[in-house]
């Protein structure tokens, strides 16, 4: 069986039972997926991949506290969201120095037309005039794929009121997007 038929959930019941390179083999998985999420939001390389680091420190350090029925993603991303809003609260005593002019170079392939990352340049600029809770829901439903249950899980607030939440962040962003765009 290879590391990749193992489900995630499978992997922590490992990481539970003292096989802590099963978490490794996690932070293989969704080491990316959860730096491009504090990317997007914090526009700070830096602080993405202190958070990064900072959420398997705690998946490793509260795995007993995992329980297997849930998936293991709806918890991690829950885990992201406590630490990112540890970093808001401390940022906000100590205001750190953002690299948003190189941030839209990591998320963007090398390989899109300049067209293609001129458009993304618009969008990454136009979901900074949103608000932190609309970026965060819609970084989580359109950039990290998660389901709006899922979202509902990590966020504690019911599928309709994410789904009318992330509709009307859509709404704003695109009103966001042309205008900037007719600039």
């Known amino acids: 069986m290879y590391i990749s038929d193992i489900s995630d959930e499978a992997l922590m019941l490992k990481a539970q039972g003292g096989e802590l390179d099963a978490v490794g083999k996690l932070y293989e998985r969704y080491s990316k997926k959860l730096f491009n999420f504090f990317l997007r939001l914090t526009a700070n390389r830096d602080t993405s991949s ?24 709806t918890w991690m991303y829950g885990m992201a969201r406590n630490c990112l809003s540890d970093y808001r609260l401390d940022s906000s005593k100590h205001p750190n120095l953002q690299d948003k002019d190189n941030v839209l170079s990591t998320l963007l392939d090398d390989e899109i037309s300049s067209n293609q990352a001129s458009q993304d340049a618009i969008l990454f600029k136009a979901m ?14 359109k950039f990290q794929d998660l389901k709006y249950e899922e979202i509902a899980k990590i966020t504690g607030d019911s599928i309709p009121n994410i789904k009318i939440k992330v509709h009307r962040t859509l709404k704003r962003l695109k009103e966001i997007y042309f205008e900037m765009e007719e600039c």
Do not use: A, W
């Open 128 to 141: 900074e005039n949103l608000s932190f809770e609309g970026k965060e829901l819609l970084v989580m439903c």
């Open 50 to 73: 202190d958070l990064t680091q900072n959420v398997f420190y705690r998946v490793l350090k509260y795995r007993g506290s995992y329980n297997p029925q849930h998936q293991f993603r």
